[in-house]
């Protein structure tokens, strides 16, 4: 129910918006270096109880974890062996 009490407006205003709802989700307009604008030329489509949610490739995610934290150095391992495993395939 939280999600339907924010507005695309007051998502734009913020870099990063966590919502608690079932899925827990979070909202980005820039992670990190990327933006948006550049970003969304590799969007992917996924539907969420017949929501459609646009996400970024899993090329854009990984610049976008490329931060130095350690939390996020450990999702890049990860991202990068999935998408090794995908070209695989």
Same mark, same amino acid.
Request: avoid cysteine.
């Given at each position: =129910?939280? %999600? !339907?009490?924010?507005?695309?407006?007051? $998502? @734009? +205003? !913020?870099? #990063?918006? *966590?919502?608690?709802?079932?899925?827990? #989700?979070?909202? $980005?307009?820039? %992670?990190?270096?990327?933006?948006?604008?550049? &970003?969304? %030329?590799?969007? &992917? *489509?996924?539907?969420?109880?017949? /929501?459609?949610?646009?996400? #970024?490739? /899993?090329?854009?995610?990984? &610049?976008?974890?490329?931060? =130095?934290?350690? +939390?996020?150095?450990?999702?890049?391992?990860? @991202?990068? %062996?999935? $998408?090794? @495993? !995908?070209?695989?395939?």
């Amino acid at each position: =129910g939280v %999600a !339907r009490e924010i507005t695309p407006e007051e $998502l @734009l +205003q !913020r870099g #990063v918006t *966590m919502i608690g709802d079932t899925p827990n #989700v979070d909202v $980005l307009t820039r %992670a990190w270096k990327v933006k948006w604008p550049e &970003a969304s %030329a590799e969007v &992917a *489509m996924f539907e969420v109880d017949n /929501i459609p949610v646009p996400t #970024v490739s /899993i090329e854009v995610l990984i &610049a976008s974890k490329r931060t =130095g934290r350690p +939390q996020d150095d450990a999702d890049v391992l990860v @991202l990068e %062996a999935i $998408l090794e @495993l !995908r070209r695989a395939t």
